[in-house]
């Protein structure tokens, strides 16, 4: 098999081999915003669901020189800091009618199935369309759902939201902003759709630009929270920067209320996503922070904050810390090699036993996994590893990649990179609650993939 590793991982490995050894060093910071590190991706859309928080991006592709999009990825997470790639369940070839663009969209539960509002480039058309996805599954595969657009005006950046009477609304636009409501089935519409008047008390005021005199730009992300309807958007352009309103409805009257995040970064667009999780709040947006970012090549970050007591959302600015963990990680059941803190130079594919597996490892790469609990103390590090050459070791530190040794386990070849076997080793000296880093060890070219981990207790 011929594996060849991108542009993005070879540059994010050889900065954070530097960010390693600064990571030594007393006070360093360690960060972990944005929160996908082996490829691009977009515009994130969060969602709660049985104690696990969801998120939903696009993905920009390597060496793009314009939003060249073709699939969608879903993430999960139990702590904010340790995130699962679940892969991508859903991309153009889903829906037998779009012909490119797959852009910004957003997922939602109802009486037991997912439905992903995405939009595409409509072939008969070729004009922006709004399609549906849907799984009974937060992680898919998602299917079209209509084998149609299910709205088509030309304009983009879908947001659905159901109010707690049950009412549906469907939000997108640029430059307008239109809604419908959406029937009980999610997939159809009530009447026609609907044009938000934007005026300037309801969305501030643009300069410089007559044909849109207010800062509503796109990417509208609706939500209620005590009563008040809140409508984070994505201002002016270009660059943008993230500016909400609020109202007494879910169609209005819209009170501009200001800026929410200010233009910064390296991407001349921006994207929010807002939800509660585990009695935080949590702001995600994109930027180009990652090596060869920019605004074609963004990436998915996030902040944590809280509301002022009057409801209105304080200023926030980019970090590259995010926010701490909610949770703790348990070491000994059965956790994703693809769930991960922060890695340098790996990537990930389907596995052939289902789920995603780590692949493209070689000597000195690494993973790392935030807020470990041990407890007493743990025995035995087992992994799922298969190798198409001749293996190598995996190696488990604590401190820093390169911190010291608690376990390695020697990799042997298996004869392909989908031929599964277990491997263990003995643990020293691993209690407590901490950051444990998977370091992989061996010869030049692709050592081996991991499929999943696990310790077991003293």
């Not at 938000?196 to 929270?225: C, H, M, Q, S």
């Amino acid at each position: 098999m011929t594996r060849t590793r991108s542009t993005l991982r070879r540059a994010v490995a050889w900065t954070l081999s530097a960010l390693c050894l600064a990571a030594l060093l007393p006070g360093a910071a360690r960060a972990d915003n944005p929160v996908v590190q082996h490829i691009y991706t977009a515009d994130p859309a969060p969602l709660v669901h049985n104690g696990r928080l969801y998120l939903y991006t696009g993905r920009d592709e390597d060496g793009a020189t314009y939003f060249t999009m073709k699939e969608w990825r879903t993430w999960s997470t139990t702590d904010m800091v340790n995130w699962t790639d679940h892969g991508s369940p859903m991309n153009l070839s889903t829906f037998s009618w779009a012909k490119a663009d797959a852009w910004a969209g957003q997922a939602v539960e109802r009486n037991g199935k997912f439905y992903w509002y995405v939009p595409v480039v409509n072939r008969a058309t070729n004009r922006m369309a709004i399609g549906v996805g849907v799984s009974d599954s937060p992680t898919g595969p998602f299917r079209d759902a209509l084998g149609r657009p299910l709205v088509e005006n030309g304009e983009i950046d879908p947001s659905v939201f159901i109010d707690d009477n049950g009412q549906a609304y469907l939000y997108w636009g640029n430059p307008n902003l239109w809604y419908v409501r959406l029937n009980a089935d999610m997939t159809s519409f009530s009447g026609s759709p609907t044009r938000i008047p934007l005026t300037a008390a309801g969305f501030g005021t643009r300069t410089g630009n007559p044909d849109r005199p207010t800062l509503y730009e796109e990417a509208p992300w609706v939500y209620k929270r005590n009563g008040l309807y809140y409508n984070v958007f994505a201002a002016q352009c270009c660059s943008e920067f993230i500016a909400y309103s609020t109202a007494p409805g879910p169609t209005g009257p819209w009170t501009y209320r200001g800026t929410l995040m200010p233009t910064q970064g390296s991407s001349f667009t921006n994207h929010p996503g807002v939800v509660d999780y585990k009695n935080n709040s949590y702001f995600f947006y994109h930027n180009g922070a990652l090596p060869g970012g920019g605004g074609y090549a963004r990436s998915v970050a996030v902040e944590r904050f809280t509301y002022n007591a009057d409801g209105t959302i304080p200023r926030l600015g980019m970090t590259t810390s995010g926010p701490p963990p909610v949770d703790v990680l348990n070491p000994y059941t059965r956790q994703e090699a693809e769930t991960i803190a922060w890695g340098s130079g790996v990537e990930t594919e389907p596995a052939g036993e289902g789920g995603m597996n780590v692949g493209w490892i070689e000597n000195g790469d690494w993973i790392k996994v935030r807020n470990v609990a041990f407890g007493n103390g743990a025995s035995t590090f087992t992994a799922r590893v298969a190798s198409g050459t001749s293996g190598g070791a995996l190696e488990v530190r604590t401190g820093s990649a390169t911190g010291a040794t608690t376990a390695r386990c020697t990799v042997p070849g298996t004869g392909g990179w989908q031929n599964w076997t277990t491997v263990s080793c003995p643990v020293n000296g691993l209690s407590g609650t901490q950051d444990v880093y998977f370091r992989f060890t061996g010869g030049s070219g692709y050592l081996f993939n991991v499929n999943w981990w696990q310790f077991t207790a003293r």
